[in-house]
C-alpha cells in the first residue's frame, strides 16, 4: 500500500530561519506530489505540486519543494519564515497504481516564534 | 465558486446516536473522498469513491457508511456513534485522472459524548 512519512512532528523555528520539511513516499512509480498547509481553525490549502517537469517546484508565500526521484523525496523548503508560517504541513501522494487516491503523511505541526 | 462544501460545521451528539454528514462539490470532480483528522495522526482516509454509485474502503472505515447517489455529493453516515469518532472530518474532491489537485471542505468537527 502506498505510504507517505513526514518524519519531523513538531519544528520550533524563529522568524527568518530556514525551514525545510522531510516527506518520503513509498511508491516507486509516476507520481503527483503535493504539499498542503493548515492554519489554525482553517481547512487545508493547496501549497504547491508536482506533476511532472522541472523537480524544483515553486508554490505561493515563497515555499519551493524539490522532487528527488532516486531518495523517493519531495521536501519543503523556505528560506526565510515569518510568524504567519505558523501551520500544520501535509505531505500528499497520488498515484495510478493505487487508483489515484489522496494520500497523506502524519504532518507537521511548525511554530515559528516573533 | 463554492468548491466543496461540507454540512454541518459543528455537531455534538450523544454515544449512539446517528448522524450524516454531507459533502457537495460543484467542479464535476469524480473523485471524492472522507478523511478523519486527529491530533498527531494527520489525515486518515475512511472512506472514498471514484464516480457516482461507487464506494471504497479507507484506511479506517469502521462505524462508518457512504453513499454517492449522485456525482456532486458524497454522504458519510455513522449509525452508532462512539466517542471515539470525536474527531474533525474533511472531504474533498478530485479530477479522476493523474495530474489533479484535490481541493478541500471546511470541515465538520463533531464530538460524541
Known amino acids: 500500500a502506498q505510504s507517505v512519512s513526514q518524519h519531523n512532528h513538531h519544528v520550533i523555528l524563529s522568524e527568518a530561519a530556514s525551514l525545510e520539511l522531510g516527506c518520503n513516499y513509498s511508491?516507486?512509480?509516476?507520481?503527483?506530489l503535493f504539499w498542503y498547509v493548515q492554519y489554525p481553525g482553517q481547512h487545508l490549502q493547496l501549497l504547491l505540486k508536482y506533476f511532472s517537469g522541472d523537480p524544483l517546484v515553486k508554490g505561493i508565500k515563497g515555499f519551493e519543494a524539490e522532487f528527488i526521484k532516486s531518495k523517493f523525496s519531495f521536501n519543503l523548503r523556505k528560506p526565510s519564515v515569518q510568524w504567519s508560517d505558523t501551520a500544520e504541513y501535509f505531505c500528499a501522494v497520488k498515484n495510478k497504481a493505487a487508483g489515484n487516491k489522496l494520500t497523506f503523511g502524519g504532518g507537521t505541526r511548525v511554530l515559528v516564534k516573533p | 465558486n463554492a468548491g466543496v462544501t461540507q454540512t454541518p460545521k459543528f455537531r455534538v451528539l450523544k454515544t449512539g446516536q446517528s448522524m450524516t454528514l454531507l459533502c457537495a462539490q460543484d467542479?464535476?470532480?469524480?473523485?471524492m473522498y472522507w478523511y478523519r483528522q486527529d491530533p498527531g495522526m494527520g489525515l486518515r482516509l475512511i472512506h472514498y469513491?471514484?464516480?457516482?454509485?461507487?464506494?471504497a474502503k479507507g484506511e479506517v472505515p469502521d462505524g462508518y457508511n457512504v453513499s454517492r447517489l449522485k456525482n456532486q455529493n458524497f454522504l458519510l453516515g455513522l449509525e452508532s456513534a462512539a466517542p471515539s469518532q470525536t474527531s474533525v472530518y474533511f472531504c474533498?474532491?478530485?479530477?479522476?485522472?493523474?495530474?489533479?489537485?484535490?481541493?478541500f471542505g471546511q470541515g465538520t468537527r463533531l464530538t460524541v459524548v
Open positions: 469513491s471514484v464516480g457516482e454509485g461507487t464506494t
Open positions: 511508491y516507486g512509480g509516476t507520481v503527483n
Open positions: 474533498a474532491s478530485t479530477g479522476g485522472r493523474q495530474n489533479t489537485e484535490a481541493f
Open positions: 467542479m464535476n470532480h469524480e473523485y
